[in-house]
């Protein structure tokens, strides 16, 4: 199969949508002749024109809320937002708005609308550029939180997403934008609320995000070596979470580590744990574990932004001390 880079995997998805369906539409900052911060729309604007293509002012909140509204009216605005982080300015279309509409009208108002953008730490971009909201998101119904690992994951989720008729925070984390993996070529779908097994194991279960999938396979080589087998799931989604992937998992292996770049106090790696501690429970051999980046501001100075971050050899020395109890 072809190896694309993430970057060029949705600028494929986005193309070829935009091409199928007249009605959507993208606006952000930066997005159109310059094709975006991180080339998401690069090449575009010469097919679609300024149209379809808007720039738009520093003004998160309202084009966010410009969205909501072209929305119900029936088109598919594609918000890019650059970083996560800019969009908590918009805060209140997303959660009062955008996530509330389809309940609020019973239904008649239909809300597709993408929410598009980069997260996590690295490249020295400091604590304006270096979030992840995706815990934060998942707690409001009405919302649907895609989190890509893979290109071809991310193509056929970002595809998924631009015929989905509820709202979709699509997060993609910096550090994977250029690693190249296999995509399909032509139309392709991922179904939301369906995990990735990305690798068969039986010793210990693994659940990670983004970018801590690939620093988890890095650790999984590692381990296999000295006969630990593990078995690693990437949910993909977190809104809807694939519940019963994990639990199989668990129910396998007998041990649960959950690696998030994110903050640890209220995060997705709790809701996985409490659920499995409630359903899973009778299944475990040992304590749930969670590792999670350092709750603190993202340091600007390289050596310290590294340090706040779990590394593959701290993932590697997790899954030994869990498969020690």
């Known amino acids: 199969m072809r190896q694309l880079t993430m970057m060029k995997a949705t600028l494929e998805a986005l193309s070829g949508e935009m091409a199928r369906n ?3 539409f993208v606006l952000g900052e930066g997005i159109g002749k310059r094709g975006g911060n991180f080339n998401t729309t690069s090449g575009l604007f010469d097919f679609h024109g300024p149209q379809r293509l808007r ?17 119900m009216t029936g088109t598919r605005p594609v918000v890019d937002f650059m970083f996560a982080d800019f969009v908590l300015d ?5 959660i009062n708005q955008i996530a509330k509409i389809q309940y609020m009208s019973s239904g008649r108002i239909k809300m597709p609308i993408v929410l598009r953008g980069c997260i996590g730490i690295g490249h020295a971009a400091a604590t304006h550029h270096s979030g992840s909201y995706y815990s934060l998101y998942a707690q409001f119904p009405g919302l649907r939180v895609v989190v890509p690992s893979m290109p071809g994951d991310a193509k056929g989720l970002l595809t998924t997403a631009l015929r989905c008729d509820d709202p979709v925070l ?16 032509g ?5 939301f609320g369906k995990a990735s097994v990305m690798r068969q194991g039986s010793d210990v279960t693994v659940v990670a ?10 650790a999984c080589d590692i381990l296999e070596r000295d006969g630990i087998s593990v078995e690693l799931i990437d949910p993909r989604t977190i809104a809807p979470l ?7 998992s668990v129910a396998k292996t007998g041990r649960l580590l959950i690696v998030d770049e994110a903050f640890a106090p209220c995060g997705i790696g709790a809701e996985i744990a409490a659920l499995v501690a409630d ?3 009778d299944e475990l051999d040992a304590p749930i574990r969670r590792l999670n980046g350092a709750h603190t501001p993202t340091p600007y100075s390289p050596p310290l932004e590294t340090a706040v971050v779990p590394s593959t050899e701290i993932i590697t020395q997790a899954i030994r001390d869990l498969c020690d109890e």
């Open 187 to 191: 139309d392709h779908l991922v179904e």
């Open 279 to 281: 359903v899973g429970f």
């Open 242 to 248: 694939d519940h019963d992937t994990i639990l199989r």
């Open 55 to 71: 720039d738009t002012p520093i003004s998160e909140r309202g084009f966010v809320g410009l969205a909501c509204g072209a929305a």
């Open 22 to 24: 007249p009605a959507i």
């Open 90 to 94: 918009a805060a209140g279309e997303i």
């Open 170 to 185: 699509f997060l993609e984390h910096r550090e994977v934008l250029g690693l190249k993996g296999p995509v399909p070529e």
């Open 209 to 218: 995000l983004a970018l801590m999938v690939h620093k988890a396979l890095a």
